[in-house]
């Protein structure tokens, strides 16, 4: 008996979805790893864990600010996004054995997008904080500059992605 097609596609796609987040992860935070490993003392946890915590507070309404769409687009946000989570690259792949897959497909799957938006978008700029204190502990220098570079390719980026994303589903819904 053949599976439900619905679920073998989500499954597919969770598992696309698995690699590209492995990849940005190891690729981003790699670095910021082994940095705390080699230079920073556990009890540094004490700090960077209720720092990371901190956008969890924050209301959704006060992260109601976008830019146009074409400012995304002209930082390449829009290209960027084949290359992540629920993206074109692992749409396509999806859709090439699923033709039928859609990740949003009605007007409540949107609304549950959008809500997702913020949530994502917390938790990079949680992350975005713990970075930050690091390449300040690093200082200027190797450790410092490419503690940087990670944390706009994990969390600037991406932060600006929940918000373009979430700017053309309000759209789609209004």
Same mark, same amino acid.
């Given at each position: 008996m053949a599976g439900n097609p619905f679920i073998q596609a989500k499954q597919a796609a969770d598992q696309y979805n698995l690699l590209i987040s492995l990849f940005w992860t190891i690729l981003c935070l790699g670095p910021a790893g082994w &940095?705390? #490993? +080699? &230079?920073?003392?556990?009890a540094w946890l004490w700090v960077i864990v209720p720092v990371a915590l901190l956008p969890l507070l924050v209301p959704a309404s006060w992260l109601e600010h976008y830019a146009r769409r074409s400012? #995304?687009?002209?930082? /390449? @946000?829009? /290209?960027?996004?084949? #290359? @992540?989570?629920? /993206?074109?690259? @692992?749409?396509a792949r999806v859709r090439k054995r699923y033709p039928g &897959?859609?990740? @949003?497909?009605n007007r409540e799957t949107i609304r549950q997008k959008i809500r997702e938006t913020y949530l994502f978008e917390r938790f990079h700029y949680g992350l975005l904080l713990v970075l930050l204190i690091m390449a300040v502990h690093a200082g200027i220098g +190797?450790? /410092?500059i490419l503690l940087m570079v990670c944390n706009i390719g994990y969390n600037v980026y991406p932060i600006f992605m929940q918000? #373009?994303?979430?700017?053309? +589903?309000?759209?789609a819904v209004s």
């Amino acid at each position: 008996m053949a599976g439900n097609p619905f679920i073998q596609a989500k499954q597919a796609a969770d598992q696309y979805n698995l690699l590209i987040s492995l990849f940005w992860t190891i690729l981003c935070l790699g670095p910021a790893g082994w &940095y705390f #490993y +080699l &230079y920073m003392p556990p009890a540094w946890l004490w700090v960077i864990v209720p720092v990371a915590l901190l956008p969890l507070l924050v209301p959704a309404s006060w992260l109601e600010h976008y830019a146009r769409r074409s400012f #995304y687009e002209r930082i /390449g @946000v829009r /290209g960027l996004l084949a #290359y @992540v989570q629920h /993206g074109k690259w @692992v749409n396509a792949r999806v859709r090439k054995r699923y033709p039928g &897959y859609r990740i @949003v497909y009605n007007r409540e799957t949107i609304r549950q997008k959008i809500r997702e938006t913020y949530l994502f978008e917390r938790f990079h700029y949680g992350l975005l904080l713990v970075l930050l204190i690091m390449a300040v502990h690093a200082g200027i220098g +190797l450790w /410092g500059i490419l503690l940087m570079v990670c944390n706009i390719g994990y969390n600037v980026y991406p932060i600006f992605m929940q918000q #373009y994303v979430r700017l053309r +589903l309000k759209e789609a819904v209004s």
